[in-house]
Nanobody, 115 residues
Framework: QVQLVESGGGLVQPGGSLRLSCVAS????????MSWYRQAPGKERELVAT????????IYADSVKGRFTISRDNAKNTVYLQMNSLKPEDTAVYYC????????WGQGTQVTVSS
């Protein structure tokens, strides 16, 4: 059974950091294109970062470039999103997505950036 479980969200002050985790089961993350998306209240879901299958090339949205880092631990079958220098506008539910011939979504984890 395929499953993606996100964790690591929470409340953080502006300028702070969080690391999100996406643990996969039922498939191997290194053979899928893995991405993090986010959706803020009243807004459409947007792509934040992607790591390709195989060599793991990374791609970022302009809004997070230089602040966020996506990575993959093949031994743990887990994808991470390290988020630094967080801003209030980063507040959203963050989702993990796996894509190959089909796609899978996780349930999401809430990130709130507020003083």
């Amino acid at each position: 059974q395929v499953q993606l479980v996100e964790s690591g969200g929470g409340l953080v002050q502006p300028g702070g950091s969080l690391r999100l985790s996406c643990v996969a089961s039922g498939f191997t993350v290194s053979t899928y294109v893995m991405s993090w998306y986010r959706q803020a209240p009243g807004k459409e879901r947007e792509l934040v970062a992607t790591i390709t299958s195989g060599r793991g090339t990374t791609i970022y949205a302009d809004s997070v470039k230089g602040r966020f880092t996506i990575s993959r631990d093949n031994a743990k079958n887990t994808v991470y999103l390290q988020m630094n220098s967080l801003k209030p506008e980063d507040t959203a539910v963050y989702y993990c997505k796996a894509v190959r011939t089909t796609y899978y979504w996780g349930q999401g984890t809430q990130v709130t950036v507020s003083s």
